[in-house]
């Protein structure tokens, strides 16, 4: 079956701009999370939704804010940007049942730059 | 806190054994996760304790011992291809089944 898809794959945009990110989650999975990540960087969680509901929420300003539809299609949003947003954003997507091992499959990202 | 530790960069040598550590101050979590990244690719699902033991698959197994707060993940014969970064997680019980993260562990191998 199709693997989790990010568009766009890449995007420059320039400080003040905002900047709108797609992810479709594997067909079936209910839970999409998403993650920012510069290089040489961890995986920072940004924010998880659960059958159009926000389930947790990392800890980045609220110029990063996020939905998810009811196909379970989920799109980011970034406004006002900086340049210390550039960087691969992640999407990942599982079937959001607790207990298991919850595996989360992620896409390729979308890399944003900022100039 | 809630947090998971390991190593920032560990290096070993083609066809060597090499242990990964993951140690966690959290309170109640499903279990232990690990996951593979290699530069410019996206994480992939190694891994995963639900209980304390070993668990093996293939060249790479995983440990947990929850009385010990630590993990670890143990690549064996290792490759080149091996060389990426290592990431632990967690799920908590609480606080809405958040997922947490180590901060990655950088596998350099040397032929």
């Known amino acids: 079956k199709a693997g989790v898809t990010q568009t766009p794959r890449y995007l420059i945009k320039t400080r003040g701009q905002q900047v709108t990110l797609s992810c479709s989650p594997i067909?079936?999975?209910?839970?999409v999370s998403w993650y920012q990540q510069t290089p040489g960087q961890g995986l920072q969680f940004l924010f998880e939704y659960f059958s159009e509901t926000q389930r947790n929420k990392g800890n980045f300003p609220g110029r990063f804010s996020g939905r998810q539809f009811s196909n379970s299609r989920s799109e980011m949003n970034v406004s006002t940007l900086e340049l210390g947003d550039s960087a691969l954003y992640l999407c990942a997507s599982s079937s959001g049942q607790l207990g298991g091992p919850g595996e989360l499959f992620f896409g390729e990202g979308s890399r944003l730059t900022v100039l | 806190g809630q947090s998971l530790e390991q190593p920032s960069e560990v290096t070993a040598v083609e066809g060597a054994i090499v242990q990964i550590n993951c140690t966690y101050q959290t309170s109640g979590f499903y279990g232990l996760s690990w996951y593979q990244q290699h530069d410019g690719g996206a994480p992939t699902f190694l891994s995963y304790n639900a209980l304390d033991g070993l668990e093996e698959t293939g060249r790479f197994s995983s440990f947990l011992s929850r009385s010990d707060s630590y993990g670890y993940l143990l690549l064996q014969e290792l490759q080149m291809k091996d060389s990426a970064s290592y990431f632990c997680?967690?799920?908590?019980?609480?606080?809405?089944?958040?997922?947490?993260w180590g901060a990655g562990t950088k596998l350099i191998i040397k032929p």
């Open positions: 067909s079936g999975h209910r839970s």
């Open positions: 997680a967690v799920r908590r019980l609480d606080s809405n089944y958040q997922l947490i």
